[in-house]
């Protein structure tokens, strides 16, 4: 992280099995929140599908952090430029069980002691 911010380069994660490693959703994510407290831009792609088991549904999220509201408009239309082409309506099933599972309190708590049991399998 030291060597990024000095060079000032753009950090970018990809967090395809946040949980897994640790069982601990907090835990694999320290280093984002760390490079996010130090760094005033970050990439960060964000895959459901093996966290959730949700194989060929294409749930995810990307998410950026710009420096200021001029880089949010100039990202915000990049993406877009990408994203139109690639396909005009995206899945969706996979999104709502997702958005459904984190957006209620007992289903999340039910989703991280899975993790718990699944990340203790793969080590």
Known sequence: MEVIV??????AFDTAYHGFASGDLDKDAYALRLFAKHTDRLFLAQSFSKN???????????????SDESEVEKVTSRIKQVARPMYSNPPI????????VLGDAKLFESWKLDLIVMSDRIK
């Open 93 to 100: 099933n996979g999104a709502r069980i997702v958005d459904t």
């Open 6 to 11: 000095r060079k000032n380069h753009f950090a």
């Open 52 to 66: 959730f088991g949700l194989y060929g549904e294409r749930a995810g999220t990307l998410s950026v952090m710009c």
